[in-house]
């Protein structure tokens, strides 16, 4: 079943106008946001490069917002100290790219993280079954990751469903975060489906009321069964 609370809102700083970081920083921090989700991407992983450890150390004194670090790279367990060091929060790797992803749990909890686990849209929800119990988030792609202003995968929906089936029938609190096409439409489909958290790029920054587009994503209601 979904949750009883309204959804996490995670803006992403992606879509942010990056010459005015700063006033995004302002935004988040005066909105109903929640996190600020911070995509860090390689070339290699995935097709494109963003963020990099001077951006973070920069934005990290003026958020007032916990940080919600996604790795979209090949090597994520190389940066674990860095990012416990800049007061990272959660701690994204990807399935894909963590061939003892038990370990790598273990080793972003010892670091006092929060342990996430992201999915692409091709990777089954089924595959987590044996280190489910281990993590506090699980980010499922809805678009393929690299770049933003995607359209929406719209099997995510389902996705979502068989997981929020998997968590509750162990009594795990285990979160459900979807990245990717997120909007007012799309975030109340994956809301009913359970999700808990929603990244959102191009539906705030670049709507003409950022706040208010945060506004309806915060208040969309899960269902209860």
């Known amino acids: ?17 990056f010459l ?8 988040i921090n005066d909105s109903e946001a ?12 995935v097709p494109n490069i963003s963020f990099g450890f001077p951006i973070l150390e920069a934005i990290r004194p003026h958020i ?23 007061g990272v929060d959660t701690m994204n790797v990807h399935y894909e790219v963590s061939p003892h992803l038990h370990r790598s749990l273990g080793a972003i909890r010892d670091a006092g993280m929060k342990a996430a686990v992201t999915l692409n849209p091709h990777t ?11 993590l506090d988030m699980v980010l499922l792609m ?23 089936r998997m968590i509750d029938e162990r009594g795990l609190s285990t979160l459900i975060e979807v990245d990717g096409g997120v909007n007012a439409k799309t975030g109340a489909e994956l809301v009913a489906a359970g999700a808990d958290a929603l990244v959102a790029g191009s539906y705030v920054f670049a709507h003409e009321d950022p706040r ?14």
Do not use: C, Y
Not at 7 to 12: F, K, L, R
Not at 34 to 45: A, E, R, Y
Not at 124 to 134: K, Q
Not at 212 to 225: D, E, G, M, N
């Open 1 to 17: 079943m979904s949750q009883l609370h309204s959804p996490i809102i995670a803006p992403s700083l992606l879509a942010a106008d």
């Open 20 to 27: 005015h970081l700063d006033k995004a920083v302002e935004l």
């Open 34 to 45: 929640d996190w600020l989700h911070i995509d860090v991407m390689d070339g290699v992983f």
């Open 64 to 86: 007032r917002k916990p940080l919600d670090v996604h790795l979209m790279i090949v090597e994520p367990m190389k940066f674990v100290r860095e990012l416990a060091a800049l």
């Open 124 to 134: 089954p929800v089924e595959l987590l079954g044996d280190v489910l119990g281990e």
């Open 142 to 164: 809805s678009v393929n990751p690299g770049f933003g202003g995607q359209r929406f995968i719209p099997q995510t929906v389902d996705k979502v469903r068989r997981l929020r």
């Open 212 to 225: 208010a587009a945060i506004h309806s994503l915060k208040v969309l209601a899960p269902q209860t069964k």
